[in-house]
């Protein structure tokens, strides 16, 4: 049993910040892949960010240059720094960890989401 538990969104104007957080807790044996999900009204869900374990990282076209994707393996805990944001960053963003809760056993777990709008 995993618990994900988001914090972070907001209102904020455009060309401002948030900082997203997700902390797992539970029986954790590994996290392999964070990453960060987002959907907009109308939309699919669409990958924005994740990182591995080893710290490889990737982003979607649209957030590059301006979010940044991090992990503190000590507090189960992957973060979404996001910055100049802009309108179209408005969605409801869900966090997703790859988790092993013992060796051999593994599934992915998704956050509940947390929302984020920009206003212009």
């Known amino acids: 049993q995993v618990q994900l538990v988001e914090s972070g969104g907001g209102l904020v104007q455009a060309g401002g910040s948030l900082r997203l957080s997700c902390a797992a807790s539970?029986?954790?044996?590994?996290?392999?892949?964070m990453a960060w999900y987002r959907q907009a009204p109308g939309k699919q869900r669409e990958l924005v960010a994740a990182?591995?374990?080893?710290?490889?990282?990737n982003y979607a076209d649209s957030v590059k240059g301006r979010f940044t994707i991090s992990r503190d393996n000590a507090k189960n805990t992957v973060y979404l720094q996001m910055n100049s944001l802009k309108p179209e960053d408005t969605a409801v963003y869900y966090c997703?960890?790859?988790?092993?809760?013992?060796?051999?056993?593994?599934?992915?777990?998704w956050g509940k989401g947390t929302l984020v709008t920009v206003s212009s």
């Open positions: 539970g029986s954790i044996f590994e996290i392999n892949r």
């Open positions: 997703n960890l790859d988790i092993a809760t013992m060796r051999m056993y593994h599934t992915n777990y």
């Open positions: 990182v591995t374990s080893s710290g490889s990282t």
